[in-house]
């Protein structure tokens, strides 16, 4: 939920510069970390376990440009890649074959989550971070659903 949180975040920044379509990338990536979340929500359930919610700590939002956005989404991306090897790690160790099992499908998921702002970043600095290239990328990202 913290990384809803954080593009929410990125979002309105990206809004706040006009640039709609790279606000629309991280409005979809908002929409798909509250799916990611409430899958684990449901996973835990159906095993027996209770959800307690907590408070989520603000993101940093003192974001610069449009690139630093995606160098920022790729850190934490990152971040959220290594805690779920944490996880498949500890499922081996505890022999829990369904939770390695259901992870599985977000260690597959974590390669898109890098690579998508990866391939971003590769084209910003093939075609510039400011000017026509970045308003024809911002088109390109205005398409995603």
Same mark, same amino acid.
């Given at each position: 939920?913290y990384?809803?949180?954080?593009y929410?975040?990125?979002a309105?920044? +990206?809004?706040?510069?006009?640039?709609?379509? !790279? $606000?629309?990338? /991280?409005k979809?990536?908002? =929409?798909? @970390?509250?799916?990611?979340?409430?899958?684990?929500m449901h996973?835990?359930?159906?095993?027996g376990g209770k959800?307690?919610?907590?408070?989520?700590? +603000?993101?940093?939002?003192?974001?610069?440009? !449009? $690139?630093?956005? /995606?160098?920022?989404?790729? =850190?934490? @991306?990152?971040?959220?890649?290594?805690?779920i090897?944490?996880?498949?790690?500890l499922?081996?160790k505890d022999?829990?074959?369904?939770?390695?099992?259901f992870?599985?499908?977000?260690?597959?998921?974590?390669?898109?989550e890098?690579a998508?702002p990866t391939e971003?970043?590769?084209?910003?600095?093939?075609?510039?971070?400011?000017?026509?290239?970045l308003?024809?990328?911002?088109?390109?990202?205005?398409?995603r659903k």
């Amino acid at each position: 939920l913290y990384s809803a949180y954080l593009y929410t975040g990125m979002a309105a920044y +990206a809004a706040s510069l006009s640039l709609n379509g !790279v $606000a629309n990338w /991280f409005k979809i990536q908002t =929409k798909e @970390e509250i799916e990611h979340a409430t899958k684990f929500m449901h996973y835990i359930t159906e095993q027996g376990g209770k959800i307690v919610l907590k408070a989520i700590d +603000a993101p940093d939002q003192k974001f610069t440009s !449009v $690139a630093g956005l /995606f160098e920022e989404t790729l =850190k934490h @991306e990152k971040v959220v890649t290594a805690s779920i090897q944490s996880l498949v790690a500890l499922a081996k160790k505890d022999g829990d074959v369904a939770t390695e099992i259901f992870l599985q499908w977000y260690v597959t998921e974590q390669v898109e989550e890098e690579a998508n702002p990866t391939e971003i970043l590769q084209k910003l600095a093939i075609g510039g971070k400011t000017g026509s290239s970045l308003l024809i990328l911002d088109g390109i990202l205005g398409q995603r659903k």
